[in-house]
Nanobody, 125 residues
Framework: QVQLVESGGGLVQAGGSLRLSCAASGLTFRTYIMGWFRQAPGKEREFVAGITSRSTYIAYSDSLTGRFTTSRDNAKNTVYLQMNSLKAEDTAVYYC??????????????????WGQGTQVTVSS
């Protein structure tokens, strides 16, 4: 049974920072692209960041480059999302997901086969 469990969400003031974690089990973590997505109320789920199995390629949404950083620790089966300079518009449920395909699919929601339950991030202004 594959499980992806996000943690680290919460309430933070605008301009602040937060680090999300996603712990994986039930899959060979080191072989998967791991991605972060978010969904705000009334909006479509959108790509935030992705990282290949050996961290050789890392991708970000253009609007988030420079503020968010993703990393992974394959020995711990964990992927992280460091969020800095948070804005009210970053408020959303954040999900991690696993993708068994090649790096060219890293931004494509359809290629992620396993998803976590999400963690709420609320940025107050």
């Amino acid at each position: 049974q594959v499980q992806l469990v996000e943690s680290g969400g919460g309430l933070v003031q605008a301009g602040g920072s937060l680090r999300l974690s996603c712990a994986a089990s039930g899959l060979t973590f080191r072989t998967y692209i791991m991605g972060w997505f978010r969904q705000a109320p009334g909006k479509e789920r959108e790509f935030v960041a992705g990282i290949t199995s050996r961290s050789t390629y890392i991708a970000y949404s253009d609007s988030l480059t420079g503020r968010f950083t993703t990393s992974r620790d394959n020995a711990k089966n964990t992927v992280y999302l460091q969020m800095n300079s948070l804005k009210a518009e970053d408020t959303a449920v954040y999900y991690c997901a696993a993708n068994p395909n090649g790096y060219d699919t890293i931004k494509n929601t359809a290629y992620y086969n396993n998803w976590g339950q999400g963690t709420q991030v609320t940025v107050s202004s």
